[in-house]
């Protein structure tokens, strides 16, 4: 069976398992496929935790789940040498950083060294403590979590670091069936006495994980869509090409890093939906999630109610797709 066959089989075994949050299911395997990580942003209790915890299950690799907290400090994350007074020796413990699969949750309550010393691992793929570098596993993802809801005891991370992200996912409320539909899959749970769900039966390897990132880099993007993609970035920093009134809206436009996070997650949701080329539609897609944390609104923007998201509808509406 070939990779992305059992790609697409382990992404339909996940939709089972994971009701109502479809966004986030595809965005956790572009950004799995992609080489990345995400952010992701919605109210408490809607499958985020699990999202991550199901994907793990169906992975040969290690997942762990780190609560981010006021006094959390950095050695928590990445480990510290532990010195042995028998032999005057010290030896390096591996932290949480040195799992595959990493559920940062509320990373906003943590302090700002904190949040740095996540963000370095995950900019860098390995950690350095005193004059010796760690390398970090080669499949290594991070999904982090913020909750928009409450601001007391949180520290934000600045623009220039949510910029290391690949995607920022913001997620809702289930619709009424979905929820539906929620009830009867935990009730079933309950009754086989499962915590949480049970693990995925044929867990993917990394080996065949690694060999469907190297075809989706293989996925042709034409010459058009490419052009599409880089006029829509470059739209960002030079707005007043497509009016003055978005000119007013946009204060700092988004950096190369969204050229090549759009790119590399086009690339991934094609070869995802099973074809080897990207349409404008992929491009289309993706935009407001590797965009809205790239991007910075003028304080006249804000003043009126405007959003990141709304001006990215903007572009998608300006920008002529091939």
């Known amino acids: 069976m070939s ?9 339909a075994d996940v939709r089972q398992r994971i009701i109502g949050q479809d966004r986030l299911i595809l965005r956790l395997f572009t950004a799995l496929l992609a080489d990345g990580h995400l952010l992701v942003e919605g109210a408490p209790g809607l499958a985020k935790t699990r999202a991550i915890q199901v994907l793990s299950s169906g992975i040969q690799g290690r997942f762990c789940r780190i609560q981010f907290t ?20 010290f030896t390096f413990r591996q932290g949480p950083l ?31 403590v005193g004059s010796t570098s760690h390398p970090l596993p080669e ?48 009730r079933q749970e309950a009754r086989q006495q499962q915590k949480g769900a049970a693990p995925i039966a044929e867990p993917l390897s990394q080996t065949t994980l690694l060999a469907a990132r190297r075809e989706v880099l293989q996925v042709h993007l034409a010459e058009a869509v490419e052009e599409y993609l ?10 007043q090409r497509y009016g003055s009134d978005l000119a007013d809206l946009l204060q700092y436009g988004a950096s190369p890093r969204a050229s090549l996070a759009l790119d590399r997650c086009a690339r991934a949701n094609a070869w995802l939906m099973g074809r080897d080329f ?3 539609d992929d491009i289309k897609a993706l935009l407001p999630e590797v965009l809205r944390h790239r991007i910075q609104l003028t304080y006249h923007a804000e003043a009126n109610g405007m959003t990141s998201d709304k001006v990215i509808e903007l572009l998608l509406q300006r920008v002529p797709a091939p």
């Open 230 to 239: 880089l006029q829509l970035v470059l739209a960002t920093r030079q707005p």
């Open 98 to 128: 040195f799992h595959n699969l990493i559920l940062a949750d509320e990373i906003n309550r943590a302090p700002a060294k904190v949040q740095s010393a996540l963000l370095e691992a995950m900019a860098e793929r390995q950690i350095s």
């Open 139 to 186: 499949l290594f993802l991070v999904m982090a979590t913020q909750n928009p809801i409450e601001q007391e005891g949180t520290h934000p991370l600045p623009e220039a670091q949510l910029d290391r992200f690949l995607l920022l996912v913001r997620i809702d409320y289930p619709t009424l069936a979905e929820e539906r539909a929620i009830l009867q899959l935990v």
């Open 278 to 280: 990207v349409t404008p």
């Open 3 to 11: 990779s992305q066959a059992i790609v697409q089989r382990l992404l």
């Open 70 to 89: 006021p006094d959390l400090l950095p050695a928590d994350l990445t480990g510290t040498e532990i010195f042995h007074p028998q032999q005057g020796t």
